[in-house]
């Protein structure tokens, strides 16, 4: 099995910044591209940011200069910094990575969820 563990949501006020981690574990023997979603009340689930096995990263519009993308391959994990946050940024947060398990099937795995509310 393979598992994706998210944290750093939590309350912040306009402007300010909050930090996501997403750390993989279980049977891996690598992870491509990694990507950050969300989704707000009644709305559809949008990718917020990607980034490659090789570090490219792309950004959804909303969220260029503001938000980074970053991962940490020895580790697993990968990160987004959002700065500048909006209430518009409110939303859960999801993690999806593809992984190639050690068994050599490909597996597309989304984390729990957490959540960033932006206050006014």
């Known amino acids: 099995q393979v598992q994706l563990v998210e944290s750093g949501g939590g309350l912040v006020q306009a402007g300010g910044s909050l930090r996501l981690s997403c750390a993989a574990s279980?049977?891996?023997?690598?992870?491509?591209?990694m990507g950050w979603y969300r989704q707000a009340p009644g709305k559809q689930r949008e990718l917020v940011a990607a980034?490659?096995?090789?570090?490219?990263?792309n950004y959804t519009d909303s969220v260029k200069g503001r938000f980074t993308i970053s991962r940490d391959n020895a580790k697993n994990t990968v990160y987004l910094q959002m700065n500048s946050l909006k209430p518009e940024d409110t939303a859960v947060y999801y993690c999806?990575?593809?992984?190639?398990?050690?068994?050599?099937?490909?597996?597309?795995?989304w984390g729990q969820g957490t959540l960033v509310t932006v206050s006014s």
């Open positions: 279980g049977s891996i023997f690598r992870i491509n591209a």
């Open positions: 999806n990575a593809g992984v190639v398990r050690t068994n050599w099937r490909y597996l597309e795995v």
């Open positions: 980034i490659s096995s090789g570090g490219s990263a």
